[in-house]
């Protein structure tokens, strides 16, 4: 497989923001969302064999582990690095867009599922029925820009089609959207949302890599 990179660091999304993290961010996007904050995924990365990349997230000594990209389904070698990291213990996440069927990823593995906006420019991207592929423990993710999409965001949570017990993080678009506005419209409306900030990106600055 094609990873661009490996490291530990603070998990500064999902409900389990702030616990130490070992991260493998695979090369290679088929979406150009606007906000996209990992653009230099897209093309540069080494060539690694799934047992190197379990030795390196063996060495690096965390057991949390997340799988990122890019888009990490992109490439099919990373079902048997997370069936080889769940194999030895390791509690593994993988962060997806959402317009790749989840269908295949390990039921051990925790999926974080994004749901683009009409502001991401990839909504016509999403395959809508990994709504219906989520289990429990998976959360969902969606990164708004502004009011227009928290107000689609709010019609499509109160729609359904979100499993009601998973957990669903609004995130602001960072240095687009303000946080503050975005929890003043959800304390407003009430909605059964956890407000999700970019840790990392408030600990070592928006521009930081292997963090």
């Known amino acids: ?62 057991a949390f582990v997340t799988v990122t990209g890019g888009e990490p389904l992109l ?11 769940a194999d030895s213990g390791c509690d593994v996440q993988v962060e997806t867009s959402g317009a790749i069927d989840i269908t295949p990823v390990d039921p051990r593995v925790r999926v974080i599922l994004d749901i683009k906006t009409p502001g991401s420019g990839m909504m016509d991207r999403m395959d809508w029925m990994n709504l219906g592929r989520l289990r429990p423990g998976d959360e969902v993710k969606v990164v708004l820009t502004g009011r227009g999409d928290y107000e689609w965001a709010r019609e499509r949570i109160a729609a359904g089609g979100i499993p009601g017990d998973t957990p669903v993080l609004l ?4 240095g687009v959207l303000d946080p503050r506005e975005l929890a003043d419209w959800i304390t407003a409306d009430r909605l059964p949302v956890r407000l999700q900030l970019q840790l990392h990106k408030y600990v070592w600055g928006a521009d930081a890599r292997g963090v």
């Open 1 to 62: 497989m094609i990873v661009n990179e490996i490291f530990h660091s603070i998990q500064g999304e999902s409900t389990r923001a702030g616990l130490p993290c070992t991260f493998v961010r695979l090369t290679g996007c088929n979406l150009r969302c606007v906000y996209c904050d990992t653009a230099y995924a897209f093309y540069d990365g080494r060539e690694m064999t799934v047992t190197a990349v379990a030795d390196e997230v063996k060495r690096l000594g965390c």
């Open 75 to 85: 490439q099919p070698e990373v079902h048997a690095l997370m069936g080889r990291l």
């Open 171 to 174: 995130s602001p678009s960072h």
